[in-house]
C-alpha cells in the first residue's frame, strides 16, 4: 500500500530535499501535497487524506503545534521535523510521536517511515496528538500522560499515577498505583531522563520513583525506601543524601 504523504515546511530547499529523499528512496511513499505556512498546511490538510504529516515545528507563520491545535480529529500520524535537539522534545517523546533532526538522516527517515505503516491506527494517533497538545498546554501535573509502547498496545498512563520504575534488562517495567504493571521495551535511562523534571529520581540502577510516593526513608539493613504500595526499593548509598534533599522539596 502506497504511504500517502504532505509536508509541511517553508524553507523551500529543505521540502524539495525531504520530498525527493521519501519518493526516491523511501518505498511505496508519495508526496500528495506540501505547505509553507500556518494556515495554508489548515487549508491543505481540509482537501487531502494523507497517512503521515511531515511537520516543521518552527515555522515563520508560527509552530507547526498549531496547526495540530485547529484540526479536532487528526486522523494522520505525525512526524516531526526540527532543527534544534531540544525543542519540545522532551513533549514529543512523551506522546511516543516521531521527530527528526535536519539535516534529516536517510535511515532515520526511513525509520521513522517503516514505523509509521506499521501503526495506522487513527484512534492511536488521536491520543498521541491529544497527549502531546495536553503536555504542551503546562496542564497541571494530575492530568499530564506519558505514552507507554508495550509489546501489544499503546497505553496513556497519566505521570501521577506511575509509583516507580524498574530496570528489567533492555526493558522497563512500569509499577502503576492501580496495582498493575506494564512492561514496555525501552531502557530505563530513557524514562529517567524524561521524568526527571516531574519528581521522579534514580535512586538505583535498577530503579527511578515518583517522590510524590515515597511512603518511607529506611536507614537501617542498608536502606531501602517503601514506597505508598509498601513495595521495597533498593538505594544506593551514594543516593541517599540526594534523596533526602529532593524530598525536603516536595
Keep these: 500500500m502506497v504511504l500517502k504523504v504532505v509536508i509541511v515546511e517553508d524553507e523551500k530547499g529543505s521540502r524539495e530535499a525531504l520530498r525527493v529523499?521519501?519518493?526516491?528512496?523511501c518505498d511505496d511513499v508519495k508526496v500528495i501535497a506540501s505547505a509553507d505556512s500556518?494556515?495554508?498546511?489548515?487549508?491543505?490538510?481540509?482537501?487531502?487524506?494523507?497517512?503521515?504529516?511531515?511537520l516543521d515545528i518552527e515555522l515563520q507563520s508560527g509552530e507547526g503545534f498549531d496547526i495540530l491545535r485547529q484540526i479536532k480529529e487528526p486522523s494522520f500520524d505525525?512526524?516531526?521535523t526540527t532543527a534544534f535537539e531540544k525543542y519540545a522534545i522532551k513533549a514529543i517523546k512523551?506522546?511516543?510521536l516521531d521527530y527528526l533532526l535536519k539535516p534529516i538522516d536517510l535511515d532515520e527517515l526511513k525509520e521513522a517511515v517503516a514505523k509509521a505503516r506499521h501503526q495506522r491506527d487513527t484512534s492511536v494517533?488521536?491520543?498521541?496528538?491529544?497527549?502531546?497538545?495536553?503536555?504542551?498546554?503546562?496542564?497541571?501535573?494530575?492530568?499530564?500522560?506519558i505514552c507507554l509502547s508495550s509489546t501489544s498496545v499503546m497505553e496513556f498512563i497519566a505521570i501521577k499515577d506511575i509509583i516507580f520504575c524498574k530496570a528489567d534488562g533492555s526493558y522497563t517495567s512500569f509499577i502503576?498505583?492501580?496495582?498493575?504493571?506494564?512492561?514496555?521495551?525501552k531502557h530505563l535511562k530513557e524514562y529517567e531522563n524524561l521524568l526527571?523534571?516531574?519528581?521522579?529520581?534514580?535512586?538505583?540502577?535498577?530503579?527511578?520513583?515518583?517522590?510524590?510516593?515515597v511512603k518511607k526513608n529506611?536507614?537501617?539493613?542498608?536502606?531501602?525506601?517503601?514506597?505508598?504500595?509498601?513495595?521495597?526499593?533498593?538505594?544506593?548509598?551514594?543516593?541517599?543524601?540526594?534523596l533526602i534533599d529532593s524530598m525536603k522539596k516536595i
Excluded: C, W
Excluded at 489548515?42 to 497517512?51: A, E, H, M, R, Y
Excluded at 502531546?132 to 500522560?145: A, F, S, T
Excluded at 519528581?199 to 540502577?205: A, K, S
Design 21 to 25: 529523499l521519501l519518493e526516491e528512496f
Design 38 to 54: 500556518v494556515q495554508e498546511a489548515i487549508k491543505v490538510l481540509s482537501v487531502f487524506s494523507p497517512d503521515v504529516v511531515f
Design 78 to 80: 505525525v512526524i516531526f
Design 94 to 96: 512523551f506522546s511516543s
Design 125 to 145: 494517533y488521536r491520543q498521541q496528538i491529544h497527549t502531546l497538545m495536553q503536555n504542551l498546554g503546562k496542564e497541571p501535573y494530575q492530568q499530564q500522560k
Design 176 to 185: 502503576l498505583n492501580d496495582g498493575s504493571s506494564l512492561l514496555v521495551s
Design 196 to 213: 526527571s523534571e516531574h519528581l521522579f529520581m534514580r535512586v538505583h540502577n535498577s530503579y527511578v520513583i515518583n517522590l510524590r510516593e
Design 218 to 242: 529506611v536507614k537501617s539493613d542498608g536502606g531501602y525506601i517503601i514506597m505508598s504500595n509498601d513495595m521495597h526499593v533498593s538505594i544506593s548509598p551514594r543516593k541517599k543524601d540526594d
